[in-house]
């Protein structure tokens, strides 16, 4: 009796042809539409990435502004490098060369994720999405920053040089951060393709004894450029045995290990850092100023965009995060409010809807945050 118990517990009751006909059309319509709908839906965004180049945000303004006239980066790193079968044979000079940079970087010495450089000194690499990554260890602010005078030897006026400090802080990255791959970001602002050979080729000018000693004596070396022709970039392949130039250089910079730690190593001179602070003095802030001032060429009735302290900060911030556009745009702004109580605010709030409205949440944050800083020292203008 138990064991008949038992095998009626066990037996299921039968299933008419029809019934199992009926059931299975319905699964497969409700994968059907389960897949139609996952088809439709998004995406979730990846998390931004602030020294990643190839971060794709949504791009503000794209239908009001346009680039025409800017000179666009001649800097498009292809992937990997050239064969070597498909270059002649190495000179004697270049293998002689290769051999010298071959050993010099034998010198730096890795154990996993540490990378030694004669000193000694430590760097510590990290890989996100494929890339080489240095986070970053000198701050815009402490003992191993540029100090106040250095600052001012810069040849920006009190104002600038605040507003730039405060941006830097708070937005900018490490003078020592560095983001690998084909098109390597280094530095504070951070610089990638020809911003970033211009920098290098600017530190050797100012201090070539530390540029040799930081980056030279690995095979990395900068020619700085006539107003005719830009500054060019090469570095020593020591697997084909001879010096590469402009995409490639760039690309094995970004993806050797030994030479990406010394690039990051780099960072921590205080010429190298100097000369990422001119560039910018000398390279974006006048063309930022004379964008605030020039374009769109305001009415002689327009009142003066009064650059203030916090002003210079947004519009700093607005072409560090948005580029050409969003600095044009929030100058554009600036200028409409001109004259009006309470100016700054109100085109900074306007600016700030904006980007919110673009799917630029974080940046309309950060832009709010600068209004209401007390670090800029100023009253709303």
């Given at each position: ?8 517990k066990r037996a299921r009751p039968p299933i008419a042809s029809q019934g199992v006909v009926a ?25 931004p990435n602030l020294h990643d180049p190839s971060r794709q945000d949504p791009e503000p303004f794209s239908e009001t502004w346009s ?315």
């Amino acid at each position: 009796m138990a064991e008949h118990d038992s095998g009626r517990k066990r037996a299921r009751p039968p299933i008419a042809s029809q019934g199992v006909v009926a059931l299975l059309e319905r699964w497969v319509s409700q994968l059907e539409r389960g897949s139609s709908r996952a088809a439709l839906e998004p995406e979730a965004p990846s998390p931004p990435n602030l020294h990643d180049p190839s971060r794709q945000d949504p791009e503000p303004f794209s239908e009001t502004w346009s680039e025409e006239g800017l000179p666009k980066p001649d800097i498009h790193p292809s992937p990997g490098r050239t064969p070597a079968e498909a270059n002649p044979p190495a000179s004697r000079a270049e293998q002689e060369q290769a051999s010298a940079a071959r050993a010099a970087r034998a010198e730096i010495r890795p154990q996993g994720a540490v990378f030694t450089l004669p000193g000694p000194t430590q760097i510590v690499l990290a890989h996100e999405d494929g890339k080489l990554i240095h986070s970053g260890t000198i701050g815009i602010r402490g003992p191993c920053a540029p100090s106040r005078e250095e600052w001012l030897g810069l040849g920006l006026k009190k104002a600038q040089a605040l507003a730039l400090e405060f941006v830097l802080v708070w937005f900018g990255a490490p003078f020592d951060a560095a983001t690998g791959g084909e098109e390597p970001c280094w530095g504070t602002w951070p610089f990638s393709g020809r911003a970033f050979i211009e920098v290098l080729a600017h530190w050797k000018h100012l201090d070539a004894a530390a540029f040799n000693a930081r980056l030279g004596r690995w095979g990395v070396d900068v020619t700085l450029g006539q107003p005719a022709a830009p500054s060019s970039l090469t570095v020593i392949d020591t697997e084909q045995g001879r010096p590469l130039g402009g995409r490639e250089a760039l690309s094995l910079l970004g993806k050797d290990a030994r030479l990406f730690a010394a690039l990051a190593h780099a960072g921590r001179e205080r010429s190298a850092q100097l000369a990422q602070l001119r560039f910018i003095a000398e390279k974006t802030l006048p063309t930022l100023l004379a964008r605030a001032g020039q374009e769109p060429p305001a009415a002689e009735s327009s009142p003066e965009l009064a650059l203030t302290p916090r002003m210079l900060a947004l519009l700093l911030h607005a072409e560090l995060r948005l580029g050409f556009r969003g600095s044009a745009k929030l100058a554009a702004l600036a200028r409409e409010d001109a004259g009006r109580p309470r100016a700054e605010e109100h085109a900074a709030q306007r600016f700030a809807a904006e980007l919110y409205a673009f799917g630029r949440p974080r940046e309309a944050a950060e832009v709010r945050r600068i209004l209401y800083s007390p670090e800029l020292a100023t009253a709303l203008a």
